[in-house]
């Protein structure tokens, strides 16, 4: 898990030409997509110079240079995106016109409608149910530098799904824009145009991924998991919150609860590739928040973790480190205080992490039970104001 999504290891490139076709409509263009897959590695071998890191990325990997694999840090999309081109730029590769993040469990959701498929090349039948340890198992195990597997896996797997889906019918390949839109809206496919039109009409839309304050009381926890492993296939989380409003004092208290059911502390490939969550947390809290107050604790010992804390977004950034051991849970709690202005409605807003599917929450404001999966971002508003 990354800001926006999970770990982009690998990119694939789409090419449209166009042509009219003049003995129809010379309204009407014919589209011919040239598709090619790569190891996001390759176009950090190109980099030349350093690149100096977010302080937890130098932390947890020691490289002493940025790269585009870590690149996706900023949980704005839009920020993100300018600096994934600048690396592919930088890397000898093209600053595309569109660039999107698409996850895995997007294209589990299109497989469905697929079916299942042949990839001759590795006497293979792919489906929902297999294609993620197929393709760990094939573009991971006995990796080395310099190595084209996962560039030859993917460029195989790609191709033959395409040719599937050429082939579906008109009903089927509705259902597939449709998950494809739902995903867009609801934030787990990112996308970034470098059309400012278009870019501005995304972010009018709210499918941009911009992070901003959605409320008086504005909340988001974003999670990124630096472990050097694919711990959040085994992690579930649930979290609640406890807002009380004393005349125009009001107190948010959140509790969130890991759970990891990781059979072991590190990956054992192929069988499994979970292991210890070793996570970089930020929330975002209102830039007003005062008495910030937060603790954790897992399996084992309680504490509190060491913080940093900085304006970002109009909000205020609360970074720290926290594990989640294997086979055990973790809690993290996080309390601040707001003053509400007289006369004034509470309002609550409760942003998504990109590419998160759903999160599930539980709010209770003074007595005043709601609840949420979290599958896009939450609003409330009160109907009372303060004083009256």
């Known amino acids: 898990m990354r800001a926006n999504g999970g770990f982009a290891g690998s990119y694939a490139k789409i090419i449209l ?40 990325i130098q932390q947890a990997f020691q490289h002493g240079t940025w790269e585009l694999a870590n690149a996706d840090w900023e949980p704005d999309f839009p920020t993100s995106a300018k600096n994934l081109r600048w690396f592919f730029e930088k890397g000898n590769e093209i600053n595309p016109d569109i660039l999107s993040i698409i996850n895995l ?39 080395f530098p310099g190595s084209t597997q996962k560039k030859d896996t993917l460029t195989a797997v790609g191709l033959a799904l395409i040719k599937k889906a050429q082939g579906l019918s008109l009903l089927q390949k509705y259902r597939i824009a449709h998950i494809l839109y739902t995903d867009l809206v609801n934030q787990n ?35 990124t998991n630096l472990g050097a492993n694919k711990a959040n296939q085994f992690v579930t989380r649930s979290t609640t919150h406890q807002i009380s409003l004393a005349g125009q004092n ?44 937060l603790t954790w604790s897992d399996a084992t010992s309680s504490a509190t973790p060491s913080t940093q804390i900085s304006p970002k977004y109009g909000l205020s950034e609360i970074g720290f480190w926290q594990t989640t051991p294997a086979g055990a849970e973790s809690t993290i709690k996080l309390s601040y205080g707001l003053f509400l202005p007289l006369h004034s409605r509470y309002s609550l807003s409760l942003l998504k ?3 998160l599917i759903s999160s599930p929450q539980t709010i209770n404001i003074s007595g005043k039970a709601l609840s949420t999966l979290l599958r896009n971002d939450f609003y409330y508003s009160s109907n009372k104001k303060t004083g009256d």
């Open 250 to 293: 009001l107190r948010h208290e959140v509790t969130v609860k890991l759970i990891n059911s990781s059979p072991e502390a590190n990956p054992n490939p192929p069988i499994h590739y979970g292991g210890n969550y070793v996570a970089y947390f930020r929330f975002y809290v209102p830039a007003e928040a005062k008495d910030i107050s």
């Open 105 to 143: 469990s997007t294209i589990k959701q299109i497989l469905n409608i697929v079916g299942s498929f042949p990839v001759p090349e590795y006497s293979a039948n792919l489906t929902p149910d297999n294609l993620y340890l197929f393709l760990q198992g094939k573009t991971e195990t006995n990796f």
């Open 189 to 223: 496919i990112m996308i970034h145009s470098n059309n400012l039109s278009f870019q501005t009409l995304l972010e009018q839309k709210k499918l941009a991924g911009v992070l901003s304050p959605g409320a008086f009381d504005t909340y988001s926890l974003v999670e």
């Open 17 to 56: 030409s166009t042509k009219r076709l003049e003995f129809l409509n010379p309204r009407v263009l014919e589209f011919s997509p040239e598709f090619t897959f790569q190891d996001i590695y390759v176009p950090n071998g190109q980099l030349a110079g350093h690149v100096v890191p977010p302080e937890p």
């Open 353 to 355: 992490q990109h590419g």
